[in-house]
């Protein structure tokens, strides 16, 4: 199975920061990496897919980037609807596997 | 606009077949690739397997002697039966739609808590 791991599992910012997570794969997988946001009791929520792309209706203040094992999400101008958990998800080989999740939290 | 609602019992005695069924409303089931994740209390995210509409699947290999996913189209729902439970599978249960075989999960269900007991 493809190993994602995330860092941090925790970090804790300012309204108004811009904060990155980061998530590298124990191989290849450009550009089959998608990130999901959720919050406490909900399902998570798809932020961006293959990379970089944002679905319709995610704020342009969320971006990703990344090559071949390493993938980056950036949140510019954190806003108070941001403090959730975030989750990268490989979908270049099944199973199709997540990381282990980081959780952004106000401080 | 799509929506997921996974429903069933919210507790399995253990040894016992655990069984989910998602209803999808707002768009047809066809064409896409119906997908179950797990996520036990305070943990992260774990995929169970998908199924194509016209029945064909793809499961975990850590859950594959246990898991059985089907479709029925007529009715706009897929459905989840894990069978031999213990204490390690209790989780939120989440159905999500994906877009392609190689797709990203755009809508999920709001998740049904199965707890299994002894």
């Known amino acids: 199975d493809i190993q994602l791991t995330q860092s941090p599992s925790s970090l804790s910012a300012s309204i108004g920061d811009t904060v990155t997570i980061t998530c590298r794969a124990s191989?290849?997988?450009?550009?089959?990496l998608n990130w999901y946001q959720q919050k406490p009791g909900k399902a998570p929520k798809l932020l961006i897919y293959?990379?970089?792309s944002l679905p319709s209706g995610v704020p342009s203040r969320f971006s990703g980037s990344g090559f071949g094992t390493d993938f980056g999400l950036t949140i510019s101008s954190l806003q108070p609807e941001d403090f959730a958990s975030y989750y990268c998800?490989?979908?270049?080989?099944?199973?199709?596997?997540f990381g282990q999740g980081t959780k952004v939290e106000i401080k | 606009q799509v929506q997921l609602q996974a429903s069933g019992p919210g507790l399995v005695k253990s040894s016992e077949t655990l069984s989910l069924t998602c209803t999808v409303s707002?768009?047809?089931?066809?064409?896409?690739?119906w997908t179950w994740i797990r996520q036990p209390p305070g943990k992260g995210l774990e995929w169970i397997g998908y199924i194509y509409h016209s029945g064909s699947t793809n499961y975990n290999p850590s859950l594959r002697s246990r898991v059985t996913i089907s479709v029925d189209t007529s009715r706009n729902q897929f459905s989840l039966k894990l069978s031999s439970v213990t204490a390690a599978d209790t989780a939120m249960y989440f159905c999500?739609?994906?877009?392609?075989?190689?797709?990203?999960?755009?809508?999920w269900g709001q998740g049904s808590l199965v707890t299994v007991s002894s």
């Open positions: 293959a990379v970089s």
């Open positions: 998800q490989q979908i270049y080989s099944p199973p199709w596997t």
């Open positions: 191989q290849n997988i450009f550009p089959y």
């Open positions: 707002g768009g047809s089931i066809s064409n896409y690739y």
């Open positions: 999500a739609r994906g877009t392609d075989y190689r797709g990203h999960l755009d809508y």
